[in-house]
């Protein structure tokens, strides 16, 4: 559908922000091309992520509670952080806003303005749910947050009654006993922590279908998409970007680009004058296939998402299968997968779940998330940047979670642009 204020836009990126942002932007009515330089959507930090769609626990990385744990975390030899220091003064300096953020302040501004993001994400996707009937193993189980400690439980008591007051779904406290009553597979695991938050309203759905269908919607309606294209450069004239050009010198104008390519949109955006607080974080997925154990004994498996706070672990069901997910890498540009990071991944699966089994291909995956040191992500125009410039990205492990509501406020700023 094209109106008088249409515009042809460009997005480079078909993770789950860019592909998201193309299609709100396409039904708005503009013309879209997307480019990407893999061969299909997902193919970086959206492939493998948690797949929990976490729009009411929405706890900022940055909490003042990091404080009293980092010690822990940045010594143990199975830590779930890993930093690696880097010659490299974009890591120090997003290291140091990161710690900057960790106050109770800071976290309580962060925390509103996700709620709000997320809310109306979860809108924009149950629409588009809903419209265009996308099936990727999407449902509403639930989620529990588990805590080792009573300290961490009164802790995370604090911020149900922030997110409260804040106009967030209901959640509750709930004991060990209540936790293996919501979620029976977790039976055996229960006795070992000390409650949890519970969640019913949660959801979780497969990010990698997702974006498959969105990149053939895309395509049906008219979008070009340009996979296994790399951006080159930008010819900027009169504040402006004239054009994109690709490796193989293919110049594509448009009215608007959109930076949503993940962690590399800060190395783009430095190209062209604008800096941007936006650091990979590295973490690791395995997906074990339970359509056996499940046949046997339906307690095998989760059925409610399940988020382990002491091992920075998620499990999230799809279908007949359990998406593990977790750790985080400061670590630079190393995209290689660490095979002891796997193994971790399968022995947490163990402990928490045992009746799940581990044999066959588990799909070991890793992906680079683009974090900002507060945790939100960064959408819009940005100052000194050519003025058709806008960013997508800094989402962090909340991308399949924020994509559709950042993707509504892009659609909304380009309109009063």
Same mark, same amino acid.
């Given at each position: 559908m094209k109106t008088e204020q249409s515009k042809h836009i460009c997005v480079v990126g078909a993770g789950i922000v860019g592909l998201a942002s193309a299609y709100v932007l396409q039904q708005a009515g503009h013309r879209i091309t997307l480019v990407e330089r893999a061969a299909q959507p997902a193919a970086g930090a959206s492939g493998g992520n948690g797949a929990q769609l976490s729009y009411s626990y929405v706890q900022p990385l940055a909490d003042p509670g990091i404080w009293k744990m980092l010690p822990k975390l940045l010594l143990e030899k199975d830590s779930p952080l890993k930093f690696r220091p880097q010659i490299d003064p974009r890591q120090w300096s997003w290291g140091l806003q990161f710690l900057g953020a960790c106050n109770g302040e800071t976290s309580r501004d962060s925390t509103r303005q996700l709620l709000a993001l997320a809310a109306r994400s979860r809108l924009e996707f149950e629409s588009a749910l809903h419209r265009d009937a996308l099936h990727c193993d999407q449902h509403t189980p639930?989620?529990?947050?588990?805590?080792?400690?009573?300290?961490?439980?009164?802790d995370?008591?604090?911020q149900v009654a922030l997110q409260a007051q804040l106009g967030g779904a209901p959640q509750r406290i709930v004991d060990?006993?209540?936790?293996?009553?919501?979620?029976?597979?977790l039976n055996a695991y229960a006795p070992r922590i000390a409650g949890a938050v519970h969640t019913p309203s949660e959801s979780a759905a497969d990010c990698r279908m997702l974006c498959q269908q969105l990149s053939a919607l895309l395509v049906e309606? %008219?979008?070009?998409?340009l996979y296994g294209t790399q951006a080159a450069g930008y010819d900027v004239q %009169?504040?402006?970007?004239?054009?994109?050009?690709?490796?193989?010198g293919q110049e594509l104008h448009a009215d608007h680009f959109v930076l949503?390519?993940?962690?590399?949109?800060?190395i783009q955006a430095r190209a062209l004058g604008v800096q941007i607080p936006v650091y990979p974080l590295k973490g690791y997925s395995i997906t074990v296939d339970a359509s056996d154990a499940l046949a046997t004994s339906p307690d095998a498996a989760p059925s409610v998402s399940v988020t382990d706070t002491a091992r920075k672990v998620v499990f999230a069901r799809l279908g007949d299968r359990v998406r593990v997910a977790g750790m985080v890498e400061i670590v630079g540009r190393d995209t290689r997968l660490e095979p002891e990071r796997i193994r971790s991944l399968a022995t947490s699966t163990r402990e928490v779940f045992p009746q799940l089994p581990l044999q066959g291909d588990l799909q070991p995956w890793t992906g680079m998330r683009p974090a900002t040191p507060r945790g939100l992500p960064i959408t819009g125009r940005q100052r000194g940047g050519p003025s058709?410039?806008?960013?997508?990205? %800094?989402? %962090?492990?909340?991308g399949l979670t924020l994509a559709f509501g950042s993707a509504a406020e892009l659609r909304e700023q380009i309109r009063l642009a």
């Open positions: 639930g989620k529990l947050v588990l805590f080792a400690s009573q300290q961490g439980l009164d995370a008591a604090r060990a006993s209540e936790v293996a009553r919501i979620e029976p597979a309606r %008219g979008a070009t998409l %009169g504040g402006a970007i004239r054009a994109l050009r690709t490796a193989s949503a390519s993940g962690w590399e949109s800060a058709n410039l806008w960013m997508q990205t %800094g989402h %962090g492990a909340l």
